[in-house]
């Protein structure tokens, strides 16, 4: 592993990119190498409460969620917005171990399971120009077509959960796959499981958009709820052109907007406001629908969430919907993330403009006196306020902070604009740039 660029140790950060570089800084301590490649622990840091065993983040993890795959994407990110080589080994040691490890995965999902190994294998083949992890890559998507079952109802799937942490997020990585890796069987079969998922949210009796889905998934949140569902939908109606998706979802937001909030322009949905189940991720669903449909209500119930979230203080204030959290899946960076995607979407300023304020909070936060980088200890586990960690993985730590704030750094850079990476559940325009901008005459 090269030193890191730019900044000396003791430093701290000015800017999104640099405390980026920190947050690398500190990733990199969490290392393990050895015959199979690189892996990085969990919650490395002594002075946080590591997560109990059999927890969400388990000490090492090949996940999108908490582990290798996701970090493997953060430092391809690193590489791009710096310029600096060495991060590509530290993606390229990653994306080894999930070559060598990845039979070993018996979840097909997105972001805990295989499907997320494939995204990450796939674009280190791409950034990194390796076939070795491309062809790693095919062989794992083809095992999750092989894997699907079949159900009762005369569908296909994989696990029956039919939400974006489960089925549907596979559907989600296998149209990503088929379009990265010119695969045309993958989106066949994504759009095989994508009917059954259309057929179970057909008008029943019981008050949700999704009668198959558990008492814990009914709630409309976006991980494992109805706007992620609704989502899913109408990412395959743009996919496909099926009118069936596209009902579906327009089923699914009808009861997100029912369990709706509306307070002058703004809107909430949720007693959070997060990407896993609250606003952050509510408001991509909204977004999906106006991309693919053109429908301004759609967009303008993207702009209502958002307004909501700016509305609550959060997180210069602590809300029940915003409490001690940093990370993608349920804090700051998620909203770094919205509001970065809605200003590329729409070339609005305030949007850009409270992203950056955000991302200010955020590296003030950090912890990184002692020299060895930036973590953020936070309360990631809602039900256990008391069980603070610092944490390194996408969803849940460091490496999806430091995407967050490189995505921010990449916004706005009209003369240099750079591709970033975006997960398959989020809508927003690849490079953070609006259209206007990328058509302004240079100089």
């Not at 990503?176 to 059954?196: D, F, H, I, Q, S």
């Not at 579906?248 to 949720?270: D, F, M, N, P, Y």
């Not at 970065?340 to 979407?345: C, D, P, R, Y």
Request: aromatic content about 8%; charged content about 20%.
């Amino acid at each position: 592993m090269g030193p890191d660029p730019f900044r000396s140790s003791d430093e701290r950060a000015e800017t999104p990119l640099t405390a980026a570089i920190m947050a690398g800084r500190w990733i990199r301590t969490a290392a393990v190498d050895d015959e199979s490649g690189r892996r990085w622990r969990a919650n490395p840091d002594p002075h946080g409460r590591a997560a109990p065993p059999g927890g969400p983040a388990p000490l090492y993890s090949a996940s999108l969620h908490s582990g290798a795959a996701g970090i493997v994407l953060f430092f391809l990110e690193l590489a791009a917005g710096t310029g600096h080589d060495a991060y590509l080994e530290d993606a390229r040691a990653g994306a080894r171990y999930l070559a060598s490890t990845w039979r070993r995965q018996a979840d097909a999902s997105l972001h805990h399971g295989l499907a997320g190994v494939v995204l990450a294998l796939t674009e280190a083949g791409w950034a990194l120009g390796e076939e070795r992890f491309e062809s790693a890559a095919l062989a794992a998507a083809d095992r999750i077509v092989r894997s699907a079952r079949g159900f009762d109802d005369g569908g296909i799937g994989w696990s029956g959960d039919v939400t974006l942490r489960g089925d549907g997020g596979v559907v989600l990585g296998l149209l990503r796959a088929a379009a990265a890796l010119g695969v045309p069987a993958y989106e066949e079969m994504a759009v095989e499981v994508g009917r059954r998922i259309a057929r179970l949210t057909a008008p029943r009796e019981r008050p949700t958009a999704c009668p198959a889905l558990s008492a814990e998934a009914a709630p409309p949140g976006f991980l494992a709820g109805t706007a992620g569902t609704a989502f899913l939908l109408a990412h395959l109606y743009g996919a496909t052109g099926e009118e069936a998706f596209l009902d579906a979802a327009r089923r699914g937001a009808a009861v997100v907007q029912a369990a709706g909030v509306l307070t002058g322009e703004s809107a909430t949905v949720t007693d959070h406001l997060g990407y896993c189940s609250g606003s952050a991720g509510i408001a991509r669903m909204f977004y999906e629908l106006y991309r693919v449909s053109g429908d301004g209500g759609d967009l303008e119930w993207a702009m209502r969430l958002a307004r909501g979230v700016r509305e609550s203080g959060a997180p210069f204030r602590q809300t029940a919907g915003l409490w001690n959290v940093a990370c993608q899946c349920c804090g700051t960076a998620g909203l770094i993330e919205l509001y970065v995607g809605l200003w590329a979407a729409t070339g609005e300023q305030e949007h850009l403009e409270f992203a950056r304020r955000l991302a200010d909070h955020l590296i003030g936060r950090a912890t990184g006196c002692d020299g060895r980088g930036y973590r953020w200890y936070q309360a990631y586990r809602r039900h256990r306020p008391g069980e603070a960690s610092a944490d390194t993985g996408y969803l849940t730590g460091a490496a999806g902070i430091g995407a967050a704030l490189l995505h921010l750094d990449a916004a706005g850079q009209a003369d240099r604009p750079r591709r970033v990476i975006l997960l398959p559940d989020n809508p927003f325009p690849p490079i953070p740039m609006p259209a206007v901008a990328l058509r302004r005459p240079a100089g």
